[in-house]
């Protein structure tokens, strides 16, 4: 295999390991130009490396483990490249791509932006880690990356009171949710003996690691694990009732850091979540483990109605944005709970649609804060004349949320319904829960745009500049070719859903080296 | 009864950054978590009785020495975590002292900017 390719997606993490620290002393030696130029550069790259990973998974040799330091699996830490993992990646990378655009003259007036680009270097590698790896612990440590750099710079404009208060809040719950997983971690190495995701599976189904022997206890505790897991990444991901941090974190950050705070950071613990319940607890087939998808579709239909009704009163419109993301966070929890194939493409394809889309609703509602200097939904009164071309923008990124008909996310929340109905049971009364939330979010956003477009011409403060307006392009325009090509959309979501929730073609792939199933 | 002392250890950790008001307690409250987490991983890789180091002594069988030697995957866990901690630490004091600068207090009950 070619090795460029084949180390294609773990060159991208190193990248931002790398960057991160070059951030801090190329600011301190050369200034804030040379910054913004390592980081663009450093995030191209990592774009262009996510796509060879892509092409790698998806054309050439299909999915693979690659072993951190040369270590197979259980002893070494393994990552898994596989079609659920890559295609998350490449997001990952798209928005940090758009969002470091944006960045540039977003934050012109603020002071010390080495150490934003730095910060920010360090949560890409965190979510890059957390997509890959395939080891509990290891998923400890980078929700630590991932986490503390996301506390670090929602407050980053530190002389703004109310975005350090909403630092300090999201700090001690992230750090809280973290400590629960760490705990969880423990439990699992007493009952398991063992940290690999795929060896508890695998355990779980009788097998005997030869390092480890078969399990230490018997699993009719599990269920306790599983539920302090699912709370954990549940306050991670903002999920009801865990969700109180979520909309005073993502309204205070900087616009540049909501985007990627409420497009990324809280799908990527989702997802995780995902690969745990699925490929690590074998929810599909042991009972202990499909508590946890119970859990998540009770969790998953309070949140989706609590967000949509929160949405209806507020009158900030980064509030508004965020309340939002609790709602769609809900639907993807509903998918992925639900447990059927069709269920988790569906949430799989709501987590890439739902990302793009909400990081560049943030990314515009950043430009309408600088342009007004107002966050009031009513201070946006006549906004659609003096800027035209952003309120188009901010329309079809609007209109894609609400789920209307050729743009992306009307795809996935179509197959989120119909996979509620064929699921079959009680689950098909929860359709009705699920429009009622699509309609209170619906009245909610084109509220919004109607106070857009409503009032006469009024004067703004700054016109976006190009590279802003290029940066929000890219995003909806990805938003807009999705949502017309809904074939390969759903091929993707289709191959990613059969790598998750097929959990034996799962451990194979990274315990192979061992023989499994050894005799 | 160790595992007894982790569990109320822990519950009392995770009440007491939930509903303490005062943020140095809560902080206080999470490290003290794992710290409880730490114990427990201690005391799951400790052997009682005639146990030795996870260091190979020269001479000795490896199914031997694997038969009586403490586990060193616990000690690396909670190095690791360890380590982790001091980062937490950091960005938490940090935060801390920025909201007394701007609200003249650390009490979560006096700071009402925001309504989650």
Not at chain 1, 151 to 156: D, S
Not at chain 1, 278 to 283: M, N, R, S, T
Not at chain 2, 45 to 64: K, Q, T, V, W
Request: some cysteine; proline content about 5%; aromatic content about 10%.
């Amino acid at each position: 295999m070619n090795p460029l390719l084949f180390q294609a997606p773990i060159l991208a993490m190193l990248l931002c390991l790398l960057g991160s620290f070059l951030c801090v002393l190329l600011g301190m030696i050369m200034g804030r130009r040379a910054v913004e130029l390592l980081s663009g550069a450093m995030t191209a790259t990592t774009v262009l490396l996510s796509s060879l990973a892509l092409i790698n998974v998806y054309l050439l040799e299909g999915p693979y483990v690659y072993y951190m330091g040369g270590w197979p699996p259980p002893v070494g830490i393994p990552y898994v490249i596989d079609r659920f993992s890559v295609p998350l990646s490449l997001v990952v990378s798209v928005i940090f791509f758009a969002t470091m655009v944006y960045s540039v003259r977003y934050l012109e007036k603020d002071r010390d932006v080495k150490w934003y680009y730095s910060l920010r270097f360090l949560m890409q590698a965190g979510m890059y880690g957390l997509l890959f790896t395939g080891d509990m612990f290891h998923i400890f440590v980078m929700l630590e990356l991932m986490g503390l750099s996301a506390i670090l710079l929602v407050p980053f404009r530190k002389e703004v009171k109310a975005a350090v208060e909403a630092g300090i809040k999201y700090g001690i719950y992230d750090i809280l949710a973290i400590s629960i997983y760490y705990l969880s971690t423990a439990m699992i190495f007493g009952m398991f003996g063992s940290m690999t995701i795929a060896e508890i599976s695998a355990k779980l189904g009788g097998y005997v690691s030869p390092f480890s022997g078969g399990m230490f206890a018997d699993p009719s505790a599990l269920p306790v694990i599983v539920a302090l897991v699912v709370w954990s990444f549940a306050i991670g991901a903002a999920i009801v009732p865990q969700h109180f941090w979520l909309p005073d974190a993502h309204s205070m950050a900087p616009s540049s850091i909501s985007a990627i705070l409420s497009g990324l950071l809280v799908q990527v613990n989702i997802a995780v979540l995902a690969r745990i319940l699925y490929d690590g607890f074998a929810a599909g087939s042991h009972p202990g483990g499909a508590v946890g998808l119970q859990l998540l579709v009770i969790l998953g239909v309070a949140s989706s109605l609590v967000g949509a009704s929160f949405m209806l009163v507020q009158s900030d419109i980064k509030r508004l944005i965020a309340y939002s993301t609790i709602t769609n966070l809900g639907f993807i929890a509903i998918g992925l709970g639900v447990g059927t194939s069709l269920g988790v493409s569906a949430a799989y394809l709501h987590i890439v649609n739902h990302a793009f889309v909400k990081a560049s609703l943030f990314m515009i509602a950043g430009v309408f804060i600088h342009a007004t200097g107002s966050r009031e939904i009513g201070a946006l009164r006549g906004i659609s004349k003096a800027l035209p071309g952003t309120s188009l923008l901010y329309t079809i990124g609007t209109l894609a949320a609400i789920g209307f008909p050729p743009l992306s996310m009307f795809w996935s929340k179509l197959l989120l319904l119909l996979s509620v109905l064929s699921a079959g049971g009680a689950y098909q009364y929860l359709v009705l829960p699920m429009v009622v939330s699509i309609v209170f979010e619906s009245i909610a956003q084109i509220r919004l745009l109607a106070v857009i477009y409503s009032g006469e011409k009024r004067e703004v403060n700054c016109h976006p500049s190009l590279p802003v307006i290029l940066s929000i392009g890219i995003m909806i325009s990805i938003i807009v070719v999705t949502g017309l090509m809904p074939g390969l959309l759903l091929e993707f979501g289709h191959l990613a859903a059969d790598d998750l929730v097929n959990v034996s073609g799962y451990v194979d792939l990274v315990l192979k080296s061992f023989n499994y199933p050894a005799p | 009864m160790p595992y007894v002392l982790v569990a109320i250890m822990a519950s009392i950790c995770i009440y007491a950054a939930l509903f303490k008001s005062n943020l140095f307690k809560k902080m206080l409250a999470i490290f003290l978590m794992t710290d409880a987490v730490n114990l427990l991983f201690i005391i799951q890789g400790y052997r009682l009785g005639n146990a030795i180091p996870p260091i190979i002594p020269p001479g000795m069988d490896p199914s031997e020495f694997a038969s009586i030697a403490v586990d060193p995957l616990a000690h690396y866990f909670v190095v690791t975590a360890v380590v982790i901690g001091l980062a937490e630490v950091a960005t938490l004091t940090a935060l801390i002292i920025y909201t007394y600068k701007h609200y003249g207090t650390i009490e979560t009950k006096k700071i009402k900017e925001l309504r989650g």
